[in-house]
């Protein structure tokens, strides 16, 4: 790691632990007829892992600074492809598209710095590809959110998004001294997958535009928080009206409802036209 200067406004911190790199590579489902996305490639600990076990690797890295050191540790690896760039700014699915052909199924694995936490999941989770399994290193207290349930005080707008697509689960904590440089948290690594999709993207939008107004303000009820859907005193009226009828309280907070609750709550708002 001494060979250059890790960058922090990239969110760089390198897993070195290699037991912990044999467990994700483990948790990735890999075999000589699966292909591994990697998000964030780094120093290629996890990469090389990753090659041993695949048919191809493809890494996204956005640091281009790397290519030197890249190109060295890889040079024994010629199933392993890598693209430079911002991949919150490339065509996602067109890449892996164009890099992999004929591909028989994909892994995806993913160390995500916590400031793109939220956008790399839903450019994963939006791009309609299939994926054996999704491991990602985030945060522990992201993690935590990502696999909460109602009425839990970490359960939020993103544990509901997540639940759309598939189902998480924390599979161990990484402790911040197995990274370089060492980052100020603890970390954990989660599994997430995949549901078959029953629904389109737009209508999961469309639900989580009534999460996101449900959860405007956590301590506010929910029929406080709509209330910013009209000025038509009939239909606020309405809004609490809707809420005892479903949940038989229009008290209730939005980190009380399920996603399944979420549904019936739009359905009734969307047939009195009131979102």
């Given at each position: 790691m001494a060979k250059?200067?890790?960058?922090?406004?990239?969110?760089?911190?390198?897993?070195?632990?290699q037991r912990?790199?044999?467990?994700?590579?483990?948790?990735?489902?890999?075999?000589?007829?699966?292909?591994?996305?990697e998000i964030g490639v780094g120093s290629a600990n996890l990469t090389?892992?990753?090659?041993?076990?695949?048919?191809?690797?493809?890494?996204?890295?956005?640091?281009?600074?790397?290519?030197?050191?890249?190109?060295?540790?890889?040079?024994?690896?010629?199933?392993?492809?890598?693209?430079?760039?911002?991949?919150?700014k490339l065509n996602f699915r067109q890449e892996i598209e164009e890099q992999l052909k004929e591909v028989e199924s994909l892994s995806l694995v993913a160390n995500i710095p916590y400031y793109i936490t939220s956008p790399i999941i839903h450019l994963i989770l939006e791009s309609g590809l299939k994926f054996k399994?999704?491991?990602?290193?985030?945060?522990?207290?992201?993690?935590?959110?990502l696999v909460a349930k109602p009425n839990t005080s970490e359960y939020s707008v993103l544990s509901v998004y997540v639940?759309?697509?598939?189902?998480?689960?924390?599979?161990?904590?990484?402790?911040?001294?197995?990274?370089?440089?060492?980052?100020?948290?603890?970390?954990?690594?989660?599994?997430?997958k995949q549901f078959p999709m029953t629904k389109t993207l737009d209508?999961?939008?469309?639900?989580?535009?009534?999460?996101?107004?449900?959860?405007?303000?956590?301590?506010?009820?929910?029929?406080?928080?709509?209330a910013a859907l009209t000025n038509n005193p009939e239909q606020q009226a309405e809004i609490t009206e809707i809420l005892t009828k479903l949940f038989g309280n229009s008290k209730i907070r939005a980190q009380e409802l399920s996603i399944e609750?979420?549904?019936?709550?739009?359905?009734?708002?969307?047939?009195?036209?009131i979102l």
């Open positions: 250059f200067k890790t960058k922090k406004s990239l969110g760089q911190n390198f897993l070195e632990n912990i790199i044999e467990q994700i590579s483990d948790l990735a489902e890999l075999d000589n007829n699966t292909d591994a996305i090389t892992a990753l090659a041993q076990r695949s048919r191809r690797v493809l890494g996204f890295e956005i640091d281009s600074s790397l290519i030197p050191i890249l190109e060295k540790k890889l040079f024994n690896y010629p199933n392993v492809l890598i693209t430079f760039g911002d991949v919150l399994n999704i491991v990602l290193m985030v945060q522990k207290e992201v993690a935590e959110r639940h759309e697509f598939c189902e998480p689960q924390i599979e161990f904590i990484v402790g911040k001294n197995n990274f370089y440089p060492v980052p100020k948290v603890d970390s954990a690594v989660i599994s997430l209508e999961i939008r469309a639900e989580m535009h009534l999460v996101q107004l449900s959860f405007a303000n956590r301590r506010k009820q929910i029929k406080n928080n709509l609750q979420f549904q019936k709550l739009l359905k009734e708002l969307k047939e009195r036209e």
